[in-house]
């Protein structure tokens, strides 16, 4: 197995990661403080809010004894309201939202949608905002048509690059083995998705077909 | 990139963060970082104190105790984890880099001495190895074992010298990509901003930890 195949981060491990992100809930029992490695959380008192790791926040959920206050950000209105900024602007950047909003929002939808308001149009628009930017994603990558040093992908979640990190270095590494005839060309600055220029039939984009 | 575990709350424990960026620095790139010394034993000494801490709490029927027992439990799994696969990701990769490390003595200094004992004992191991069982047999020009061969390990760190993304946790500024080509081009790196580039350009910026990989 090569040494890429072995370190590669999986989409668990990221879900792993997005564990640790804080949350707030608004517990139904009375606990002391509680000292973790990570921190100290607590008190825990009746109806008063309080900021707990994810992890922490789905393990008193399961047990029945807390009620997850949703981030601000996880709510129909505003995943509408982003999904409209993606729609209106197709030829720039992503949106920013949280690095682990699909994360977050997969998990609470999972195990705690009866703490959210109206969970069916919430995955609704996520899936909406999901495939707008899932489609912006893939057309800068076939933008990607020479040798370029850098790529800027401002406000690009955790998971999404994951899934747009093999693709993306293949083709970079591609053009970079295309070494001598790219050489001479004026390098300039760009962000992935500002491109909008023709494509040209050439071989290198030939090549890239298979990623389409 | 909106980061909600920013630096600033009181009683978080942002070490914890520090070792899952080094994870994920090590896991996203082929070189082989420095070893997170302070990072691992801190980490290893707090799991045995709070393991300490879990068993002291037995013959308690009260659900509160129990419940707050079963979440440092649970906690504990997960800071083990993080501190396993940061070794065995660094495992992996010594293992893959095995002849380019075993010559290059520089790098020695990147490893943990438990690391740099592995690495030596598997490289004396693998090189008797691979002479008993055949280069002794060939002309002594043919016998060198640390040339690079298709998809062996590489043999020196432009090998290493892959796209990786990068994660700007502070003010970067004006960054000069792809030093090695003909055309030099400069990129202004802001904070929180992602960026994809060279190994070699973004290698300093992971070591001072003002940004870290993706």
Request: charged letters at 30%; one cysteine or more.
């Amino acid at each position: 197995m090569s040494l890429k195949e072995t370190q590669r981060l999986t989409c668990q491990q990221v879900e792993f990661f997005a564990d640790d992100e804080l949350i707030e809930i608004i517990p139904n029992i009375k606990l002391p403080v509680v000292n973790l490695i990570a921190g100290d959380f607590g008190p825990f008192e009746v109806g008063i809010p309080v900021t707990v790791p994810l992890w922490l926040a789905v393990g008193l959920k399961e047990a029945k004894r807390c009620r997850i206050l949703p981030p601000s950000w996880l709510t129909e209105e505003k995943i509408l309201a982003k999904v409209e900024e993606e729609r209106n602007n197709p030829n720039s950047g992503l949106v920013q939202l949280h690095q682990h909003y699909m994360e977050i929002a997969s998990k609470l939808l999972h195990v705690a949608s009866d703490d959210l308001e109206q969970p069916f149009k919430i995955r609704k628009a996520l899936e909406d905002l999901l495939d707008l930017r899932t489609n912006k994603l893939r057309k800068g990558l076939f933008n990607v048509r020479e040798r370029t040093p850098f790529i800027k992908i401002n406000n690009i979640s955790w998971m999404e690059l994951n899934s747009l990190r093999g693709p993306l270095l293949e083709i970079l590494c591609t053009f970079a083995s295309f070494d001598g005839s790219s050489e001479m060309e004026t390098s300039r600055t760009r962000e992935e998705q500002s491109q909008s220029a023709p494509p040209q039939e050439t071989e290198h984009r030939r090549t890239l077909r298979k990623y389409q | 990139m909106e980061e909600s575990y920013q630096e600033g709350k009181e009683d978080i424990n942002y070490d914890v963060w520090r070792l899952r960026k080094w994870l994920v620095n090590e896991k996203c790139c082929n070189d082989i970082l420095p070893y997170q010394e302070e990072l691992v034993t801190g980490f290893a000494d707090l799991c045995q104190f709070q393991q300490s801490l879990v068993e002291q709490v037995t013959g308690t029927d009260d659900f509160a105790t129990i419940l707050v027992k079963n979440l440092k439990e649970l906690e504990l799994e997960r800071i083990r984890y993080l501190l396993k696969e940061y070794l065995r990701t660094r495992l992996r990769k010594i293992e893959s880099l095995l002849f380019y490390l075993g010559r290059d003595k520089e790098k020695w200094s990147l490893l943990s001495s438990a690391e740099t004992e592995y690495m030596k004992q598997l490289y004396q191991l693998m090189t008797s190895h691979f002479e008993r069982s055949f280069l002794n047999g060939l002309p002594e020009k043919l016998r060198a074992i640390d040339e690079r061969d298709g998809d062996n390990p590489p043999g020196n760190l432009d090998d290493m010298d892959e796209f990786v993304f990068l994660y700007a946790a502070e003010e970067i500024g004006n960054v000069t990509t792809d030093p090695s080509s003909q055309v030099t081009s400069t990129i202004h790196i802001r904070k929180g901003e992602v960026v994809c580039l060279r190994y070699s350009v973004a290698k300093q910026y992971l070591l001072d930890e003002s940004a870290f990989l993706l």
